[in-house]
């Protein structure tokens, strides 16, 4: 999941980068496909060289060797200027267009639980212009409606964000979760299966998934870890073990 998650970086992109899985995938990232990549930490830090991973997105690490170290309004104003190319979040429910929620469960006045909030979210899925989700998946996270709009996907459809305010030609572009690799499909804006992981078959995330997905007349597969990435992300990234 790592491993695919970081082959999506476009060598040269300016990217957000939210806490955990996010943040391995950039590491690995800037260790193989994408090294000019600059990583954007929602509490200021731009550019940073990731020698060790990070914990939060505010400490000190995010800064290291960076090119500048700001504050959040100075790193949302430039996201809202249009030069952050991609976000990279998480969520705890993800609907058919890609809105993630990340606030509540249940009624957000008498939620069954609280989650963590949307700290950046909502500001990184409505000013980026294409957003990356990875997130474990199964039916119940994968749902028809998210309990709350965390982070706008595409709404309700073809035209919402739009409609909404937010910039045209942004949105959801990626999900990557333990499952495999989906897109969203152009003229509708609903996911879509891209390619299923190893040893997965794309009856298994039909099975995982609480709404239709759309399945093309080809579903991919992607490429298990080289020996290279899992070396690096064992010694190198994550040599605690605090993911992998």
Not at 173 to 196: E, I, N
Request: with cysteine.
């Amino acid at each position: 999941m790592i491993c695919v998650a970081a082959r999506l970086f476009e060598d040269g992109t300016t990217c957000f980068i939210g806490t955990g899985l996010p943040m391995l995938a950039g590491m690995l990232a800037a260790k193989t496909t994408a090294p000019n990549i600059v990583l954007v930490f929602e509490f200021g830090g731009m550019g940073a060289i990731l020698e060790e991973l990070p914990r939060a997105v505010g400490e000190a690490r995010t800064y290291h060797k960076g090119l500048s170290a700001l504050g959040i309004c100075d790193i949302m104003e430039t996201a809202q200027r249009g030069f952050i190319d991609y976000g990279f979040l998480g969520g705890a429910q993800i609907d058919p267009f890609g809105n993630l929620n990340s606030v509540t469960i249940g009624d957000h006045d008498h939620p069954k639980a609280r989650l963590p909030g949307s700290g950046g979210g909502n500001d990184v899925g409505s000013l980026c212009w294409r957003t990356i989700a990875i997130m474990q998946h199964d039916a119940r996270r994968f749902i028809p409606k998210v309990d709350f709009v965390t982070t706008p996907g595409y709404l309700t459809g073809p035209g919402a964000r739009e409609k909404a305010g937010l910039p045209p030609g942004t949105g959801p572009a990626y999900v990557v979760s333990t499952l495999g690799l989906m897109d969203f499909d152009p003229a509708t804006c609903r996911m879509r299966l891209k390619a299923v992981h190893p040893g997965v078959t794309a009856e298994e995330v039909i099975k995982n998934t609480g709404f239709d997905l759309v399945i093309p007349g080809t579903v991919d597969n992607n490429a298990p870890p080289s020996a290279e990435e899992l070396r690096l992300l064992r010694e190198e990234i994550d040599p605690e073990k605090l993911y992998v």
